[in-house]
């Protein structure tokens, strides 16, 4: 899944944490599965994630003894809206090698 376009100008780790968070969307992701998707270090994910929060485009979930973080509603693109874009120089590249 993709992000929705009015979320897409995010500095690079934010902009990677939604990306992660969409494409699992329905099960969500920890820390730790996020840390090694955005493949940032804790210090840069940290305040991505306090920014993210404070801007209440993420949903922290706490399940069993782990933290689980959701994209919040409207931070995932609608595929009907997407399919009347044309898709980005970006995304055609992620497409190619399957990033």
């Known amino acids: 899944m993709a992000v929705s376009p009015e979320h897409r100008d995010r500095d690079e780790v934010e902009f990677g944490v939604l990306a992660a968070l969409a494409d699992r969307a329905d099960e969500g992701m920890s820390v730790l599965e996020l840390r090694a998707a955005v493949d940032a270090d804790i210090d840069r994910l940290e305040p ?28 995932v693109a609608d595929p009907e809206e997407m399919a009347d874009e044309e898709p980005s120089v970006l995304s055609i590249i992620r497409n190619r090698f399957g990033l």
């Open 48 to 75: 991505a994630l306090a920014e993210l929060k404070e801007a209440e485009l993420i949903e922290v979930e706490r399940e069993d003894d782990r933290v689980v973080l959701y994209p919040a509603d409207g931070v």
